[in-house]
C-alpha cells in the first residue's frame, strides 16, 4: 500500500461524495470560472486537463523583463449558506505565488482564506473552510509566476464539499488534505481497498461501509528501528476559528508498546494534548479486537491550527493503530462544556470608563482617567490623539511613596492569552518599577512583564503571552519609591486575545483593507505622474527638530510614512494612491491617522478619484497637533475607483506630515461615542 505522503500528491481526485456548485476538474470547460479582464488571462489546456497562467518575457534574451503576470480568476456566485470545504489542487513551477481570496458583495476588499509560494515538482492539495454565511460571495484566485523562466501558475481542479476540512473518511484518493509527516522508520499508509496489506493481513474492515473495500488510515511498529519511534497524522490547517466537537474512530493493539494521543499544533509549532488513550491490558485487547472505539473530544481553536495523531513506538512488537471518519461539529461534545472564553472582556480604551478594570483601594494611589491637550510635553492619548487615558503621576500625591494597581476581569483557566497595550513614561530615573505588569492565580503574583527602557513620551506598545492554570486576574502595577525618582506612566487601549502574540499580531496585520506599513506600502503606489516627490517610509523620528513624529502610530517602534519637507519647494506634493478599489451600494468607512505638526505645517486631503474626475473627502490645513490624530472618513462610490493621499508642504521645512495604520471598513462609519465627564490635565510635568 501506498504511504500517504505519496498519495496527497496524486493527480486526480475521484469525487464520490456531493460536489457544491464551485467545483471544476477543468476536463471540457471552465465551469463558470472567468479571467478578470484587468489582468492576465488564465489558460485552459485541454490535453492537460488543467488552467494556468505563464510567465510572459517581452524580451526572451532578457530574463528580467516581462510584462506584468498576475492572472486573476473569479469564481461563478456561490451560496454560502452552509459551512463548506474548498479543497485546490495547484502546482508552481519555478516561481511564483498563489492566493485565494473571498469576494463579498459591498465589500471593497477581498478576504485572504489561503496563500502560498512554495514551489513544486508536481501537484499539491491545499484546503480552506468556507464558513457559512447569509451573503453571496465570490471567489477569486490570484496566480503571479515569477520572472524564472519556465515559471508559471496551475490549478488542476477545484473541489467544494458540505462540511468542515477536518471531516474525512479516506474514501477519496485526495485524503481531505492529511498527509504523513515522514519518518525514515514508521508512516501512516492507506489501508483497506479490498486488496491485501503490505504489512500483515490482521487489519480491520473499514468503519465507513464496514467492509473490505473501504479505506482508513493505519500506522504499524514492525519498521520501527529506535526507542520512542513517532509516526504523525497530520490535518489540513484551519483557516477560521473553530470550536465544537473533534470525533473520530479507532482501533489499537496494545501490545505493550504504543500511545496513541491526538494534539492540536499551531503555526509557531507550538502542541496542546487533546486526548490520549488508556494503556489496555493485552486481555482488553483480545476481547475488543475488530471493535471500532469512537473518540469524542472538545475542540477549541480560536487561531489557525492543525490536528496531529500521534503514534509511538517502543519496539517493532508495538503492534498498530487505525483511524476511520473523523468529523466536526460546532457543536460541543457535551453539554457541560462551557463555551469558548471571550477574551475582549478585558478590552479598554478608556473613553468612557474603566470598562470592566478595578482599582485596588489599599495601595494608596489611584491611577486617573485623564484628558490631556497635547503639547511637546505630552501626547494626546493613543486611540484618537483628543481622548482620554490612564496616568499614575507621583506629582499628584501628597507620599513619598506610592502604588497604583490596576485589576482586569477574571481570565478563564488552562488557556493562553495575547495581552497587547500602550504604555509611555515620562521622568522616572529608573524604570524597572515604573510600570509592571503582574498575572495573579489564586494567592500566587507572578511578574510577566516589566519595562526595561525609558519610552522617550511616546506611546509604545507591549505584547505579553502568557498561560493560566486557573482562573486569574492581570494586574498593572506603578511605584513611584521616592519623590527623587518620580514621573508620569500612561496606559491606553488594552486589548486581550487567545492565542499566542505572535499568531494574534500576524492575524490582525493580514486583515483586508488595513495597512500599518510595517512591512512596506501594502500594494500602495506613489504617484510618479503629478507629484514632486514621493512619501518615505520612515521609522522613528524626522530628521527635522521640530517637526514630524517620533515614532508610528502603530507600536511607537514601527514604520509610518510620511512627507520630508526638507527637498521639497512650498506648494509641492506627494501622493499615494490605493490600488483600484471595487464599487459598491453601501456607504464605506475609511479610518486612518494622520501626524501634522511643524510651525509651517502645509495640508493634507484624501481625494476620491474615478473616470478621470477628483472629489475632495477630506481636508486638514496647518498645524495640528503634536500627538497623532484619528481620522474618519464615510463616502460611497458605484463603480472602482482609488483613494489618494496628497501632502502639501507649507512655507518652510517645519511642515512634516505623516500618515499611519489606514483602515477600510464596509458599512458606514461609527458614530461618535458620548464621553463621560473626566479629570482634565493640561499640564502634567
Request: charged content about 20%.
Amino acid at each position: 500500500m501506498l504511504p500517504l505522503y505519496l498519495l496527497a500528491l496524486a493527480a486526480a481526485i475521484q469525487a464520490r461524495k456531493e460536489l457544491l456548485p464551485g467545483s471544476c476538474n477543468f476536463e471540457a470547460n471552465t465551469c463558470g470560472y472567468m479571467s478578470d479582464g484587468d489582468f492576465r488571462s488564465w489558460t485552459l489546456h485541454k490535453d492537460g486537463h488543467f488552467i494556468a497562467v505563464d510567465a510572459t518575457l517581452k524580451d526572451d534574451l532578457d530574463l528580467d523583463i516581462r510584462t506584468d503576470a498576475t492572472g486573476v480568476l473569479l469564481s461563478p456566485v456561490l451560496e454560502q449558506s452552509e459551512w463548506s470545504c474548498m479543497r485546490l489542487v495547484y502546482q508552481i513551477s519555478g516561481t511564483g505565488s498563489l492566493q485565494v481570496l473571498q469576494r463579498t458583495e459591498g465589500r471593497s476588499f477581498d478576504r485572504l482564506l489561503w496563500s502560498s509560494q512554495r514551489p513544486s515538482d508536481s501537484w499539491v492539495i491545499a484546503s480552506m473552510d468556507l464558513y457559512n454565511s447569509t451573503e453571496t460571495a465570490r471567489v477569486v484566485i490570484e496566480g503571479i509566476p515569477g520572472r524564472m523562466a519556465g515559471s508559471s501558475v496551475a490549478i488542476f481542479e477545484i473541489h467544494i464539499s458540505p462540511g468542515y476540512c477536518l471531516d474525512c473518511d479516506f474514501e477519496e484518493s485526495h485524503l481531505c488534505g492529511y498527509n504523513n509527516q515522514w519518518n525514515a522508520n514508521v508512516n501512516w499508509f492507506v489501508g483497506g481497498g479490498g486488496g491485501g496489506q503490505l504489512l500483515h493481513n490482521n487489519l480491520p474492515d473499514d468503519h465507513t461501509h464496514n467492509n473490505r473495500t473501504g479505506h482508513f488510515m493505519y500506522v504499524d511498529s514492525i519498521y520501527s528501528k529506535t526507542f520512542k519511534e513517532v509516526a504523525k497524522l497530520v490535518s489540513p490547517m484551519t483557516m477560521v476559528p473553530m470550536s465544537g466537537c473533534l470525533t473520530f474512530h479507532y482501533q489499537r493493539s496494545d501490545e505493550g508498546g504504543n500511545l496513541f494521543s491526538v494534539y492540536t499544533r499551531d503555526r509557531l509549532g507550538q502542541y496542546q494534548e487533546l486526548w490520549r488513550a488508556e494503556l489496555d491490558t493485552p486481555s482488553d485487547w483480545t476481547r475488543t479486537q475488530g471493535e471500532w472505539t469512537p473518540v469524542q473530544v472538545d475542540l477549541k481553536a480560536p487561531y489557525s491550527v492543525q490536528v496531529v495523531f500521534e503514534v509511538s513506538f517502543n519496539s517493532p512488537r508495538g503492534g498498530h493503530v487505525v483511524v476511520d471518519d473523523i468529523s466536526f461539529s460546532s457543536e460541543f461534545c457535551s453539554l457541560n462544556t462551557e463555551p469558548t472564553f471571550d477574551a475582549s472582556i478585558a478590552n479598554c480604551d478608556f473613553e468612557s470608563d474603566l470598562c470592566q478594570y478595578i482599582q485596588d483601594l489599599r495601595t494608596g494611589s489611584l491611577w486617573k482617567r485623564v484628558s490631556v491637550k497635547p503639547n511637546i510635553f505630552r501626547n494626546g492619548d493613543h486611540t484618537s490623539g483628543a481622548g482620554t487615558f490612564l496616568l499614575a503621576h507621583s506629582q499628584l500625591n501628597t507620599q513619598s511613596t506610592y502604588m497604583s494597581r490596576l485589576v482586569s476581569p477574571t481570565l478563564a483557566a488552562n488557556m493562553k492569552y495575547c495581552l497587547r497595550f500602550y504604555f509611555s513614561l515620562r521622568g522616572f530615573n529608573q524604570t524597572d518599577q515604573a510600570l509592571e505588569v503582574y498575572l495573579q492565580q489564586g494567592r500566587s503574583e507572578e511578574k510577566i512583564w516589566t519595562q526595561g527602557e525609558k519610552s522617550r513620551g511616546i506611546w509604545i506598545a507591549a505584547d505579553v503571552t502568557f498561560q493560566t492554570s486557573q482562573p486569574a486576574k492581570v494586574a498593572f502595577v506603578s511605584t513611584c519609591r521616592s519623590l527623587w525618582d518620580s514621573g508620569s506612566v500612561a496606559l491606553d487601549d488594552i486589548t486581550m486575545s487567545l492565542g499566542d502574540c505572535e499568531l494574534v499580531t500576524g492575524m490582525s496585520s493580514s486583515l483586508p483593507g488595513c495597512c500599518d506599513f510595517a512591512a512596506g506600502l501594502c500594494g500602495y503606489t506613489q504617484d510618479k505622474q503629478r507629484d514632486a516627490a514621493d512619501w518615505e517610509w520612515r521609522r522613528g523620528p524626522t530628521p527635522t527638530s521640530y517637526t514630524g513624529p517620533r515614532g508610528d502610530h502603530t507600536s511607537g517602534l514601527g514604520y509610518y510614512l510620511h512627507m520630508e519637507a526638507s527637498p521639497m519647494l512650498p506648494g509641492q506634493t506627494v501622493r499615494l494612491l490605493s490600488r483600484p478599489l471595487r464599487g459598491s451600494r453601501v456607504p464605506q468607512c475609511l479610518r486612518f491617522f494622520y501626524h501634522m505638526y511643524g510651525s509651517s505645517t502645509g495640508q493634507l486631503s484624501v481625494h476620491l478619484e474615478k473616470d478621470g474626475g477628483d472629489i475632495l473627502l477630506w481636508q486638514r490645513s496647518g498645524e495640528q497637533s503634536i500627538a497623532w490624530l484619528r481620522a474618519t472618513v464615510e463616502y460611497q462610490s458605484n463603480s472602482q475607483h482609488q483613494i489618494t493621499f496628497e501632502a502639501t508642504r507649507g512655507s518652510s521645512v517645519r511642515s512634516d506630515i505623516a500618515i499611519d495604520d489606514i483602515v477600510f471598513e464596509g458599512g458606514p462609519c461609527p458614530a461618535t461615542e458620548t464621553k463621560a465627564p473626566m479629570a482634565t490635565f493640561n499640564e502634567i510635568e
